[in-house]
């Protein structure tokens, strides 16, 4: 959004607040025209028969056109240039007419048309609605003379309410109090050199109109001082909604820094999530191949939040991209990095990190840690700190201060990586989640993949803090490794229903390629249908994106995986309830009977949306 059209929805915004607030007050004009009406009607004001009898008609009718913008307010109308200008005029049309029956009772109501439309409108606006109220004022005052409720300061002389006679003592006799018996009355008194049209004019009106004036100047400074706050407001939200976007990008492009892939060969499975505080954040990580038997994995955490730690994330992401090696040991690696984000470094921030280096043929871990939190490593209900040296930050000081280590990963081990985002959440107490806590999770059960891992850590963490807000970064990436052997193939494709059957037929062809079971892959392709179509129609409703699935093979487990991920709406599949596979089939929530399919055709089932990416993952043991 441009700055020019932020400025018209804000104007636009503004006056349909305006509008509605108009509205609601000729409603209540409307009300104290029915309550003037029913005083009439009861004899509270003495007027003619023939007045009366004008009100009766009057009154209602502008009764009804004064309630009728209320019920425009919700209507695209509402939003219209003109409609202020309608509900202006109406007000100032409901002030003539009770000024033309009570002329000497409603005289400050000229100042709420003025005030009110002053406080609510540009100042444009208000010159209009200033010239109109001298106009149809001075119009009111006249038609008063012979429509309104006798005054003496208009007609002079006397009223006898009983006998509905005028009485003067310049004339003998009395004048009825009718339209016509006014008009015969102000004839004569200009006839004996009594002009009251001249008086009124000049003795009444031109000290109203005065009056009036001076409200218009003094509520039209208040006026353009409240438009100036009101430019300034929109000149400080444009820079506020264009730094929202500015920062939207900046997560964008932090985010497009992380992987996207999940497996990097057959040995290694990775799960990973970063959740910043703020927009953007300092925490980061990263895993890439060396070559064919390497993989490199690193975690970091910038001092500080915002866009400076993301800055300086940035830098040093970049750097572990430039100096990673298989030619170099962690420390070498480090020390380098260290070299370059601690040259220039006049905000003095500094980075605290891990760097490992796996051979995923063997499991070796080689590993340098700068001043990072210790890894947690193990299986199944077995897991630990893994004990290593902290050695110092990264870019406080020109030489780094960091060791290489080594750790062997048995066939099924996890190596857990985290910031202290997590350890350091605190709850309403004040109190840190902790090591103790974390651990805690992994060896709570036996979990059934890394996404599983991870939605009982996320949800343990949310519990625990629970209205609390996130006061840091919060990271963490998962590595399993697999001494089996795995077979693995990938697809991307976009997000359009035809190409549902091209990824159904690339599932069709890895399983038949790895001489799985026929049995198994019909069911494989009714559940790639039901998840694939269901992405295809809810998760791009609008536009088409991409869609990415892998399918792997664990053929000493006999086992098989597939990963679904794609950038939609974020949704949850396997959180609708419905009930088992038996009963009423067609009384199920929509998509719940194919869910359900799904479940039961496969051994494992798990989702979770991680830096705006939603991931299936389904397994399935062929020798069970």
């Known amino acids: 959004m441009n700055d020019k059209s932020f400025y018209l929805k804000s104007f636009y915004e503004n006056e349909k607040d305006a509008n509605r607030h108009m509205a609601l007050a000729l409603v ?141 003592y310049r004339f003998t006799t009395p004048y009825p109090d009718t339209v016509t018996g006014r008009f015969n009355y102000l004839h004569d008194l200009l006839q004996i050199g009594v002009n009251r049209y001249f008086s009124i004019f000049i003795f009444y009106y031109l000290g109203r109109a005065g009056l009036i004036t001076i409200i218009f100047y003094a509520s039209k400074r208040l006026n353009i001082r409240t438009n100036k706050l009101f430019l300034d407001e929109i000149a400080g939200n444009a820079e506020k909604e264009k730094a929202a976007v500015e920062l939207d990008i900046a997560k964008s492009i932090q985010l497009q820094t992380v992987p996207n892939e999940f497996v990097l060969n057959e040995e290694i499975e990775i799960q990973a999530e970063l959740k910043a505080a703020k927009v953007v954040g300092g925490d980061f990580y990263d895993y890439f191949k060396l070559d064919s038997d390497h993989v490199a994995i690193v975690i970091g955490d910038v001092s500080g939040k915002g866009i400076p730690a993301a800055m300086f994330m940035m830098k040093t992401i970049t750097c572990f991209k430039n100096y990673a090696s298989i030619d170099l040991s962690p420390s070498e690696t480090l020390k380098k990095v260290n070299k370059k984000i601690y040259d220039g470094n006049e905000s003095n921030m500094f980075v605290t990190c891990l760097y490992a280096i796996i051979n995923t043929k063997t499991g070796l871990v080689r590993f340098s840690n700068a001043g990072h939190n210790p890894p947690i490593v193990g299986q199944k209900q077995h897991f630990s700190f893994l004990q290593c040296k902290s050695g110092f930050v990264l870019g406080a000081l020109s030489d780094a201060i960091v060791a290489d280590e080594e750790y062997t990963l048995r066939n099924g081990d996890l190596i857990t990586l985290y910031t202290d985002g997590i350890t350091e959440a605190k709850n309403e107490k004040g109190e840190f989640f902790g090591e103790k806590r974390l651990l805690d999770v992994f060896n709570a059960k036996e979990y059934s993949c890394l996404l599983d891992i991870h939605h009982s850590l996320k949800d343990d963490v949310l519990a625990f803090c629970g209205d609390e807000d996130q006061s840091d970064d919060i990271t963490y990436i998962t590595l399993k490794y697999h001494g089996d052997k795995y077979v693995y193939e990938s697809m991307k494709i976009s997000s359009l229903k035809e190409n549902v059957q091209k990824l159904l037929d690339f599932l069709e062809e890895f399983s038949i390629k790895n001489n799985l079971d026929r049995h198994f892959t019909n069911n494989l392709l009714v559940v790639g249908d039901e998840l694939l179509s269901n992405i295809v129609k809810f998760g791009y409703p609008d536009n088409p994106g991409e869609i990415y699935i892998r399918a792997l093979y664990n053929l000493d487990k006999e086992e098989f995986a597939l990963i679904i991920v794609d950038h939609g709406v974020p949704f949850d599949p396997f959180s609708i309830d419905n009930k088992p596979l038996d009963g009423d089939f067609m009384n199920r929530a929509e998509g719940g009977l194919g869910i359900l399919i799904v479940k039961k055709l496969m051994d494992e089932y798990a989702y979770d949306n991680i830096n705006g990416k939603n991931i299936i993952t389904l397994k399935k043991r062929m020798n069970k």
């Open 28 to 168: 209540f004009s409307a009300v104290l025209l029915l309550i003037v009406w029913v005083c009439y009607l009861a004899g509270v004001f003495s007027v003619a028969k023939t007045t009366l009898a004008i009100l009766n008609v009057a009154i209602p009718i502008n009764v009804l056109i004064l309630i009728v913008p209320v019920f425009m307010i919700k209507s695209p109308m509402s939003e219209k240039p003109w409609f202020k200008y309608f509900v202006s005029l109406l007000l100032i049309a409901v002030i003539t007419v009770l000024n033309i029956v009570m002329p000497k009772h409603v005289v400050l109501g000229w100042a709420l048309c003025i005030f009110v439309t002053n406080h609510y409108y540009n100042p444009r606006m208000c010159k209009i609605n200033y010239a109109i109220v001298l106009v149809m004022m001075l119009v009111a005052m006249y038609g008063g003379m012979f429509l309104g409720e006798f005054d003496a300061h208009l007609l002079t002389g006397e009223l006898n309410e009983a006998e509905g006679m005028i009485y003067n």
